[in-house]
């Protein structure tokens, strides 16, 4: 046992430390799938528990908090935003990227703290949201955000306080500095400290104290190929600061590397006083083409030398450092990342923790075991398909879709599907989901032939967010007589290559399936969405007619089967 001082939220905290890590290796990413702009913090007080925060955008419930216990087993702790009236403007039909970006998570007697910005790009004011909580694992604990005021109008907020109990927050912008009252988020005139090193789009601050240094760690560059981390310190708060001679501490850029996009990373330390970054990084290789789990969180071991500076690892899909002993012993009913989905929706559950909606839900579109179909989760047709358009309002039309995040390179999805529809176009599916702009589709549709309905097995892909990518011509079978009136399966795998087959059965002999299409992970990466990564999920909707036949589904099955750590390597889940 020895003592140690902590000192990295700027608040001095003493405490008795066992050693107990061990050098061992592991696979990143740690937060596989959509998982960008990550921020962490230990907490002893938590049973030695790290928490992390990523990136939601449009996707609800928001502002996820991930716990582990070992930094390579992470449970999906809480949303801090599980409320439509926490951030209504959510419900805003604006352009795809934007929503809640970049947060902060920190801890401070007895209290987590999350800050975060909402971003509409109609009018560039975004907006700061300060949420608390006493328990990181229940929802239903996160506050109402305070509305933190932005004199510097920009984003990527960071919360820091200092050794007098000052609260400070860094902002992209340059990068700013306000001292602000977490109370009623009044924030002073901001005074900026460091533009970074020169390269464009300095932003993603977060500030640390230690050995008597503010340190200042930004992302630079763009979150494209050329991004990076780089640090910069200071005797004082307000300046002025020293870029670090070796900057960037963390990047792939002008590199051959597999983990690409490097940059936009979080310093903390563990319970034993090693240090760690985490970032986020783009599985693509220097070609930046084909990512469509887009940018996911990284963990890296640092070095850092009293009175010196941080010195970070490679970014590398197998690495080794001082881990924790391995403990999936985490508080909270939320799922690991990386385990299956086997979902039933029996009767008197609620929508399973990990699957998403595209924006807060119109609630009344979706059931779970509604009277005479225990064990599905109805979904009512929106007016609106997935692609939606300018005329969408969210709020009244909402989006019947319901989807979970894609995790792993490879993997296979499957739901049954019980629908009976009755008007034209009526349809119900499966979906591999960038945006509203880029969405690969497998649908049961009642097509009009010759004047007669027929239930048709429909596989068509949105592309119009990438408009140069090659696409698929769409594929239509009328769906077999021996089917009628059975349920059919739905599924979709995601093969080496990044390839996505969809296809169909009747559950009654799934063996028997009908290959509907192939499409390239091409279509969901970058485009309309370059922040954001794919989800795969259910669908159902009136196409904009008249329908209103609702669709049930049920056995939801999602299966990780391997991971991509490095061109043409694939380690098994």
């Known amino acids: 046992?020895?003592?140690?001082?902590?000192?990295?939220?700027?608040?001095?905290?003493?405490?008795?430390?066992?050693?107990?890590?061990?050098?061992?290796?592991?696979?990143?990413?740690?937060?596989?799938?959509?998982?960008?702009?990550?921020?962490?913090?230990?907490?002893q007080e938590w049973d030695n528990t790290f928490f992390c925060t990523t990136s939601s955008f449009l996707a609800f419930p928001g502002a996820p908090v991930f716990a582990s216990k070992d930094l390579t087993n992470w449970k999906l702790a809480s949303y801090a935003l599980n409320r439509v009236d926490q951030v209504p403007e959510l419900l805003n039909n604006g352009q795809q990227s934007e929503g809640i970006w970049a947060s902060t998570i920190r801890y401070r007697n007895g209290t987590f703290y999350l800050i975060t910005s909402y971003i509409s790009f109609a009018v560039w004011e975004p907006k700061l949201l300060l949420f608390t909580t006493t328990d990181p694992f229940d929802n239903n604990a996160w506050s109402d955000p305070?509305?933190?005021?932005?004199?510097?109008?920009?984003?990527d907020p960071d919360i820091f306080w200092d050794d007098d109990g000052k609260t400070y927050m860094a902002i992209a912008a340059g990068i700013y500095i306000s001292e602000i009252d977490v109370t009623t988020g009044a924030a002073t005139e901001p005074f900026r400290v460091w533009n970074g090193t020169g390269d464009r789009n300095p932003e993603g601050p977060h500030l640390y104290k230690k050995d008597g240094y503010?340190?200042?760690?930004?992302?630079?560059?763009?979150?494209?190929?050329?991004?990076?981390?780089?640090?910069?310190?200071?005797r004082d708060i307000h300046g002025p600061y020293e870029g670090y001679t070796k900057n960037p501490v963390l990047t792939a850029k002008n590199t051959d590397r597999y983990f690409q996009t490097v940059g936009h990373a979080d310093l903390f330390q563990d319970g034993d006083g090693n240090w760690w970054a985490v970032a986020l990084s783009t599985r693509s290789g220097p070609d930046w083409e084909v990512y469509p789990m887009g940018r996911e969180t990284v963990l890296v071991p640092v070095t850092w030398e009293e009175g010196g500076w941080p010195v970070a690892d490679v970014v590398r899909g197998r690495m080794s450092g001082p881990l924790p002993p391995q403990n999936k012993d985490i508080k909270g009913g939320g799922p690991f990342v990386d385990v299956p989905d086997m979902i039933d929706f029996p009767p008197n559950s609620s929508i399973p923790r990990q699957l998403l909606f595209w924006r807060p839900p119109k609630t009344s579109l979706f059931a779970v075991s509604s009277p005479g179909h225990p064990n599905t989760l109805c979904i009512s047709p929106s007016r609106f398909n997935l692609?939606?358009?300018?005329?969408?309002?969210?709020?009244?039309?909402?989006?019947?879709f319901i989807a979970?995040?894609?995790?792993?390179?490879?993997?296979?999805?499957?739901?049954?599907?019980?629908?009976?529809p009755s008007?034209?176009?009526?349809?119900?599916?499966?979906?591999?989901?960038?945006?509203?702009?880029?969405?690969?589709?497998?649908?049961?549709?009642?097509?009009?032939?010759?004047?007669?309905?027929?239930?048709?097995?429909?596989?068509?892909?949105?592309?119009s967010g990438k408009p140069n990518v090659t696409v698929p011509d769409m594929k239509v079978v009328p769906i077999p007589d021996s089917w009628q009136n059975q349920t059919i399966r739905l599924s979709v795998k995601a093969t080496e290559g990044s390839m996505y087959t969809l296809s169909a059965a009747s559950t009654s002999n799934p063996q028997e399936s009908i290959n509907m299409g192939s499409a390239s992970a091409l279509i969901v990466s970058g485009g309309s969405g370059p922040f954001t990564g794919t989800l795969v999920g259910a669908y159902a909707t009136s196409n904009g007619g008249n329908g209103s036949t609702p669709a049930y589904f049920s056995r939801w099955r999602y299966t990780p089967l391997a991971q991509e750590i490095s061109e043409g390597e694939y380690v098994r889940v």
């Open 1 to 43: 046992m020895f003592l140690r001082v902590i000192s990295t939220l700027g608040v001095a905290l003493t405490s008795w430390v066992h050693c107990s890590s061990m050098n061992r290796t592991y696979t990143n990413p740690v937060l596989p799938g959509w998982n960008s702009d990550p921020s962490c913090a230990f907490v």
């Open 146 to 155: 305070v509305r933190v005021e932005n004199p510097a109008n920009d984003i």
């Open 214 to 234: 503010y340190y200042l760690l930004i992302g630079e560059g763009g979150t494209e190929t050329n991004h990076s981390a780089t640090i910069a310190r200071s």
């Open 387 to 400: 692609t939606a358009g300018d005329n969408f309002q969210p709020a009244q039309d909402g989006l019947g």
């Open 404 to 420: 979970r995040k894609q995790t792993a390179s490879i993997f296979e999805y499957s739901v049954d599907v019980s629908f009976k």
């Open 423 to 463: 008007a034209v176009d009526e349809e119900a599916g499966v979906s591999v989901f960038l945006t509203q702009l880029q969405h690969i589709d497998l649908g049961i549709i009642n097509l009009a032939t010759n004047g007669t309905l027929t239930p048709t097995l429909r596989f068509r892909i949105e592309a």
